[in-house]
């Protein structure tokens, strides 16, 4: 089975930075892309940012909204994969769920494998 726990949510000012972090198994690390979600309340869930499988050329993948301000990483180390999130805005206000696909990324939350069970971000204006 394949277990993915986020954690470094929480509340935070507009313009400040938070890192989140997802954990999971070696055999998971190597095998997914690993990437981030977002659902803010009454919406649909959305793609900010993915990670190819460290086999299919660890490349970064982000949505309009976030890219320039959000940057994903692994480390691999840890078996984690972090999004460093900088200059946040209040509509970046969401639970963030870590995914996993295979065999490649997906912008769809349909195509996700697996799923975290989210961590909260609020940004406060």
């Known amino acids: 089975q394949v277990q993915l726990e986020e954690s470094g949510g929480g509340l935070v000012q507009a313009g400040n930075s938070l890192r989140l972090s997802c954990a999971t198994s070696?055999?998971?690390?190597?095998?997914?892309?690993m990437g981030w979600f977002r659902q803010a309340p009454g919406k649909e869930r959305e793609f900010v940012a993915a990670?190819?499988?460290?086999?299919?050329?660890?490349?970064?993948f982000y949505s309009d909204s976030v890219k320039g301000r959000f940057t994903i990483s692994r480390d691999s180390a840890k078996n984690t994969v972090a999004l460093q999130m900088n200059s946040l805005k209040p509509e970046d206000t969401a639970v963030y769920y870590c995914?996993?696909?295979?065999?490649?990324?997906?912008?769809?939350?349909?195509?996700?494998?697996?799923w975290g069970k989210g961590t909260l971000v609020t940004v406060s204006s």
């Open positions: 990670l190819s499988a460290s086999w299919n050329g660890d490349n970064s």
């Open positions: 995914a996993a696909s295979a065999p490649s990324y997906s912008r769809s939350a349909d195509a996700i494998d697996y």
């Open positions: 070696g055999r998971t690390f190597r095998t997914y892309a």
